[in-house]
């Protein structure tokens, strides 16, 4: 890889040494992008199309084409584990995802762990075809064990809190079981991410804030489990939503965080951890001279860190406009270079 290519990774390790930020977005193919609306609109149901290594690659491509990017993301969602582990998932229009089966409706719900890994193929595939066409590193990336739980407890995008909580106080050992499985599917799911071309891990914990003083228990540990079983040449990145990482930082070894919107990266810039996100993507929304402002101001607050990376809080909405992202992420370019 160039100099120009390593500066995410070197960032990730708290080693970029240069100017030049590294810059990749959460969501960064997706809905917004009229090229993405295409392909998806040939396909009615989104696994049938990401069961397609081919078309993975392609999608995953569609935002490096168009932007000064620094990452590759493996177009696939964190859903694919319930899927493969024998409760399908539909996402239908407006609802978000939709599973054939909750805890919620059938408290004797069973995961498979037998043969899930294999069910998995098509995202190994694709990081492999995806890998072999790119000059930037590639992201290979899960859900934690416990952001899946609570979409096979809902079946949905959860709504309120009660429910789950309710549940856990008389179910922990249940619950318990279920995060276990989960946790040893994503042990082999990372390592062949891993081997067939991922360069880093990001593990996207989404719903780690519906948990309090007993995020450790039923969400951490099992990160912390994933986690300790990665090589240490592989970086790790945690999303975490709606908590702020203070306690986080001193029970993981995790060392890399990817802020939510409701945080503030500069608590946390001069710590020993390298830290992405933070920016709220509805400021795509501003006009030129704003973007361009927004974009002076993060290259002069952080080009001498050695362990920043520029990316978002939450992933990006179909209502931007694309090209919007493009002016920020262009002028973010052309100051460094
Ligand atoms: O470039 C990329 O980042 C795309 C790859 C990607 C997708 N999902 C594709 C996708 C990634 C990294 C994800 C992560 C993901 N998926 C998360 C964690 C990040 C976060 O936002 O908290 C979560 C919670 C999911 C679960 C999920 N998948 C939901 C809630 C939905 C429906 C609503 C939505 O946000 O679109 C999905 C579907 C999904 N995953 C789409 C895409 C492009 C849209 C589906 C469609 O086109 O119909």
């Known amino acids: 890889m160039t100099s120009k290519n390593s500066i995410f990774l070197n960032a990730l390790n708290r080693k970029n040494t240069q100017e030049n930020i590294p810059v990749w977005l959460l969501r960064q193919a997706g809905r917004y992008l009229p090229e993405y609306m295409k392909i998806r609109s ?66 004797s719900i069973e995961l498979k762990s037998k043969d899930a890994i294999k069910k998995l193929d098509y995202v190994f595939e694709a990081t492999r075809l995806i890998k072999a066409d790119i000059n930037v590193p590639l992201i290979g990336f899960t859900g934690s064990p416990w952001t899946l739980f609570v979409y096979l407890f809902y079946g949905e995008s959860p709504k309120n809190r009660h429910e789950i909580h309710d549940y856990l106080k008389l179910n922990s050992s249940k619950t318990h079981s279920y995060l276990k499985a ?27 804030g519906m948990l309090d003083k ?101 992933g990006i909405t179909p209502d931007i406009d694309p090209d919007k992202v493009g002016i920020f992420l262009e002028k973010l370019s052309s100051l460094s270079s």
């Open 182 to 208: 989960m946790t040893e599917v994503m042990h082999d799911y990372v390592h062949a991410q891993i081997h067939s071309g991922a360069d880093c891990i990001q593990i996207f914990d989404s719903w780690g």
């Open 42 to 107: 040939e396909y009615s149901d989104f696994f049938d199309m990401i069961r397609q290594p081919a078309i993975c690659k392609e999608l995953t491509l569609q935002p490096l084409r168009r932007y000064p990017l620094d990452a590759a993301i493996t177009f696939t969602d964190i859903l694919t584990i319930p899927d493969a582990m024998g409760v399908p998932v539909k996402f239908i229009k407006g609802k978000g995802p939709i599973f054939s089966d909750s805890i919620i409706k059938n408290s």
């Open 214 to 314: 007993d995020y450790e228990e039923f969400s951490l540990m099992y990160i912390n489990e994933l986690a300790k079983n990665i090589p240490s040449n592989i970086p790790i990145i945690l999303y975490t939503r709606g908590k702020t990482i203070d306690s986080i930082i001193e029970s993981t070894s995790i060392n890399c965080f990817n802020l939510d919107i409701s945080d503030n990266i500069d608590h946390h810039i001069d710590k020993s951890i390298a830290i992405q996100g933070n920016f709220d993507p509805s400021k795509f929304h501003s006009d030129t001279d704003e973007l361009e402002n927004l974009a002076e101001m993060v290259f002069e607050k952080y080009k001498n860190k050695n362990n920043y990376i520029f990316n978002l809080g939450s």
